[in-house]
C-alpha cells in the first residue's frame, strides 16, 4: 500500500470514527441489544438514533463550551476596549463584531460594555458593531 494509500485510510478513519462519531452509534445498538431492544425495529431505530443523538449533542456541545469558554477567557472588557481603540473604518467594524462573537458577554452585560466603550472615545459605529454582535448570541 502506498503512503496515499495510507492518508485515505487515516481520513476515512477521521471521518468516520471521529467526525462522525460511528462508533458511539454502534455502542448505543450494543446497548440497546444487551438491553433486549430489537433495534432493526421503528422503536429500537428511533430509540438508537435518540441516545446516538442526544450523547453526541452533549460531547459536542461540552466540548465547544470549554474551548470557547477558554478563548474568551483572555478578553476581558478592558482589554476588548484596548484592542478596538487601535482600529479605524471597516477594519474597526468588522473586528469589532468578530471580537463581540468572542467576548464572554450576554446582551444584558454588553450594554454597560456600550457605553463605556462610547464615553472611552470609541466611535458609535465600532460600538453598536460590537453590541449588535453580542446580542444576538
Not at 433495534?39 to 456541545?61: C, P, Y
Not at 468572542?102 to 459605529?125: E, H, N, Q
Request: charge should be positive; hydrophobic fraction near 50%.
Amino acid at each position: 500500500m502506498s503512503f496515499d494509500g495510507y492518508n485515505r485510510e487515516f481520513f476515512l478513519f477521521l471521518q468516520n470514527q471521529v467526525l462522525a462519531m460511528k462508533w458511539l452509534n454502534t455502542l448505543a445498538g450494543k446497548f440497546l441489544v444487551a438491553v433486549g431492544v430489537d433495534i432493526s425495529s421503528r422503536l429500537g431505530g428511533s430509540l438508537q438514533f435518540f441516545i446516538f443523538d442526544a450523547v453526541k449533542i452533549s460531547i459536542l456541545l461540552s466540548a465547544l463550551i470549554f474551548f470557547i469558554s477558554y478563548i474568551q477567557s483572555y478578553f476581558p472588557p478592558e482589554r476588548t476596549k484596548r484592542i478596538l481603540g487601535h482600529f479605524n473604518g471597516v477594519t474597526a467594524n468588522t473586528l469589532s463584531a468578530l471580537l463581540g462573537t468572542v467576548t464572554p458577554f450576554c446582551s444584558r452585560s454588553s450594554i454597560p460594555l456600550f457605553i463605556g466603550f462610547t464615553s472611552a472615545g470609541l466611535p458609535v459605529g465600532v460600538t453598536f458593531s460590537f453590541l449588535t454582535t453580542t446580542s444576538v448570541r
